[in-house]
């Protein structure tokens, strides 16, 4: 087979097989097969992000689960424009990449009182008109919940070590140019 032949046919394979994950939700068909594979392994099959035994209702609950996008969304968004404004230069994109790996870690074991307060805020209506939550003041409060100043101190010393290795690295670089 020429170079040219596998190129088409990887093209037609690629075109074929695009599937919009949302609407396997309502294929009864990919449904069954799910189903048949989970019972052959004698368990569950998961794909993307796995949220624990804490927010399982979330599965089943597509408006839910959209929201629940939309909060982890805001929050990233949020703890990024925070981040900014606190002025950090070069150290401000890994600080903002260790707090939302802070962020989902705490989402994927929430204490009760922060599981308690997502729920709370996931059954206000008046929040989810927008691509975002604007309310900041509720943002910052599950913030505050969610990232403890351990995880500040981690997010910091991440920040900071970026920081040093940058001034290192710059250094021997003029160094070795001078």
Known sequence: ???????DNQSTFNQENVVNP?????????LRKSVEAEDK???????????????????????F???FTTLRISLNREVRLRL???NLGTATKIAVKAARERILERLRLPTAEV??????????????????????????????LLLEQEDWEIIGAV?????????????????ISA
């Open 1 to 7: 087979m020429s170079q040219q032949e596998r190129s």
């Open 22 to 30: 949302m609407g396997l939700l309502f294929d009864e068909e990919w």
């Open 41 to 63: 392994v004698l368990g569950n099959i998961g794909a993307g992000l796995d949220w624990g035994s804490a927010f399982t209702g979330l599965m089943f609950n597509l408006e």
């Open 65 to 67: 689960l959209g929201r």
């Open 84 to 86: 900014n404004n606190w």
């Open 115 to 144: 599981r308690e307060y997502i729920l709370t805020i996931l059954e206000n209506d008046q929040l989810y008109g927008e691509e975002f939550i604007s309310d900041q003041e509720i943002l910052h409060e599950l913030l505050g």
């Open 159 to 175: 920040a900071a070590d970026s920081l040093k290795k940058e001034i290192i690295h710059k250094a021997v670089g003029e160094k």
